[in-house]
């Protein structure tokens, strides 16, 4: 199988290219400059780094995201429409079905079975 490999990413760094001068460094004794080498290359992996976790981020979203993006029957019906009839009929589309009628609201209970009124008080205190 065959490793997948991103033509953006750019190859590791090499590392022994920086041993070499910090070791002369330490070994002159000028630790002031030896510090500021060392900050300056974690300095920029940490740049390297927020830069990677800003593109995982952003990949991630793209595909975890909410899949809200859906095509109405009528647009789909349109698209179909300008095909070639013989594509057309091959690709039939139900039409959008019609909405049920909304029902009525149910009438409140009569006022003797409210859960607030005397009567149901009277016949629960009594159980």
């Given at each position: 199988?065959?490793a997948?490999?991103?033509?953006?990413?750019?190859?590791?760094?090499?590392?022994?290219?920086?041993?070499?001068?910090?070791?002369?460094?330490?070994?002159?004794?000028?630790?002031?400059?030896?510090?500021?080498?060392?900050?300056?290359?974690?300095?920029?992996?940490?740049?390297?780094?927020?830069?990677?976790?800003?593109?995982?981020?952003?990949?991630?979203?793209?595909?975890?995201?909410?899949?809200?993006?859906?095509?109405?029957?009528e647009?789909?019906?349109?698209?179909?429409?300008?095909?070639?009839?013989?594509?057309?009929?091959?690709?039939?589309?139900?039409?959008?079905?019609?909405?049920?009628?909304?029902?009525?609201?149910?009438?409140?209970?009569?006022?003797?079975?409210?859960?607030?009124?005397?009567?149901?008080?009277?016949?629960?205190?009594?159980?």
């Amino acid at each position: 199988m065959e490793a997948c490999v991103l033509p953006s990413l750019a190859p590791p760094p090499d590392l022994d290219g920086f041993r070499a001068p910090l070791a002369q460094l330490l070994a002159a004794g000028d630790h002031a400059a030896l510090v500021g080498a060392v900050l300056t290359l974690v300095t920029q992996m940490a740049q390297a780094n927020h830069q990677l976790a800003v593109r995982l981020q952003a990949a991630l979203r793209l595909l975890y995201r909410k899949k809200s993006e859906r095509v109405s029957p009528e647009q789909l019906a349109l698209c179909l429409a300008q095909l070639p009839r013989d594509e057309a009929a091959q690709a039939q589309v139900a039409p959008p079905p019609t909405p049920r009628p909304r029902r009525r609201p149910r009438p409140p209970p009569p006022r003797a079975a409210r859960a607030g009124s005397s009567r149901f008080r009277r016949t629960c205190a009594a159980r």
